[in-house]
């Protein structure tokens, strides 16, 4: 295993409240990603970060906000969950080398009521 | 705004049947990946095609990038149960690892003994 640890595996949170997900390497990877999926839509990038305290929005970061303050742990935060948030979430980091692709981790499934 | 289509969403088969997944798009990506997901884990890469006209084989697997780099396909021949989970593919944009993947809707497989 490539070494990638989501936490938690999976959350239920009430509406307006702030929720971090933790995403873990041991690969010391520089690059790390957070996509979120749902059905019909496949996986989207939400946020990336190309290294410590370098981090850019992706395709859906309306509401969500990131932080790397270490090589090995991305931090996702939703500032104030909503409904729309529900989802399942996934941290990634590249396989690295001269392979193209991605290790995803197992994913946080994060229910809002 | 979902840039690859993927054919078809949901396809059940018996065992030793043959069958193929499109993925298709108008842009043209560096590199096209296909991933497999089991329920409840991050999706696994197959394989990557970053050559138009490029094939290549993972046993009963067969995948192959477009002349063009706008589409994919994969074939599967003489499918088994364990054959059976969700296909994904995803395309990359720009060169190396950027991450910035862009995903099709997925094609779950069910493979009947």
């Known amino acids: 295993d490539a070494g990638i640890t989501q936490s938690p595996r999976h959350k239920v949170t009430e509406t307006g409240t702030p929720v971090t997900l933790r995403c873990h390497q041991t690969?010391?990877?520089?690059?790390m990603y957070w996509y979120r999926q749902d059905p019909g839509h496949g996986l989207r990038l939400i946020h990336y970060?190309?290294?410590?305290?370098?981090?850019d929005k992706g395709e859906v970061s309306d509401g969500y906000s990131v932080s790397r303050s270490k090589t090995e742990d991305f931090l996702l935060t939703l500032e104030s969950a909503t409904s729309s948030q529900t989802s399942v979430y996934f941290c990634a980091i590249s396989i690295g080398g001269t392979v193209y692709g991605y290790t995803f981790g197992s994913g946080t499934r994060l229910t809002v009521v | 705004t979902q840039l690859l289509e993927q054919s078809p969403q949901f396809l059940s088969i018996q065992e030793g049947e043959n069958l193929t997944v499109y993925c298709n798009s108008s842009s043209v990506f560096s590199s096209l990946q296909w991933y497999r997901q089991e329920p409840g884990e991050g999706p696994v890469l197959l394989v990557t095609?970053?050559?138009?006209?490029e094939v290549k084989k993972l046993k009963r697997l067969t995948f192959q990038f477009g002349d063009a780099r706008k589409d994919s396909s994969l074939h599967i021949t003489a499918a088994q149960p364990g054959d059976t989970g969700l296909y994904l593919c995803a395309g990359e944009k720009g060169s190396g690892n950027t991450g910035k993947l862009i995903f099709g809707q997925g094609t779950t497989l069910q493979v009947k003994p």
């Open positions: 970060s190309y290294g410590v305290k370098d981090t």
């Open positions: 690969e010391n990877h520089r690059y």
């Open positions: 095609v970053v050559t138009g006209g």
